[in-house]
């Protein structure tokens, strides 16, 4: 089985890195796709979003990264997926899952959404949180992997 989890993973989080070991083992074939989304400020451009990825899921098999641009339903047809992925940290996300959830299937009915919350102990962490603790200097060192920390570290000059 294939599944899509999509999303900006600016940066990616070991919070992303559960669910994917997770939905590796659950579906065998996982695709991760970065969404290019032009309305939003990156902090890390996407060629670098996707080497970040590749690098962090190196040691797992099945795993694709890619990129798209447009409609999530679009891009889970393109590559003949079963499935979307999404995480769930807390009751607040949910909604909003929910309604993309609803929205994608209103968009092509065969597209179905899954939910798998992150471990607990990830719970609070989101790549918003991420940039904004390293922004003001903090370690983040256990947020993300060593190479995604090196690159915050560098953008906000951080030793």
């Known amino acids: ?34 969404l290019e989304n032009p309305t939003k400020d990156s902090t890390f451009l996407v060629p670098r979003r996707l080497e970040q990825i590749k690098q962090a899921t190196n040691s797992l098999s099945h795993i694709e990264v890619i990129s798209y641009k447009g409609l999530t339903v679009e891009c889970a ?14 009751m607040s996300d949910f909604e909003y899952e929910l309604q993309i959830a609803h929205t994608n299937r209103s968009l092509d009915s065969s597209i179905e959404t899954i939910f798998l919350a992150t471990e607990a102990h990830h719970s609070f962490l989101s790549s918003s949180v991420v940039k904004e603790v ?11 992997p060593k190479m995604i920390a090196k690159d915050l570290y560098n953008i906000y000059k951080i030793n």
């Open 134 to 144: 390293a922004m003001f200097g903090g370690n983040v060192d256990h947020m993300v």
């Open 77 to 90: 047809i393109k590559y003949n997926v079963d499935l979307i992925l999404r995480g769930l940290r807390a």
């Open 1 to 34: 089985m294939k599944v899509l989890y999509p999303g900006s993973f600016d940066p990616l989080t070991f919070g992303h890195l559960d669910l994917i070991q997770r939905a590796s083992d659950l579906f065998g074939q996982v695709i991760i796709a970065v």
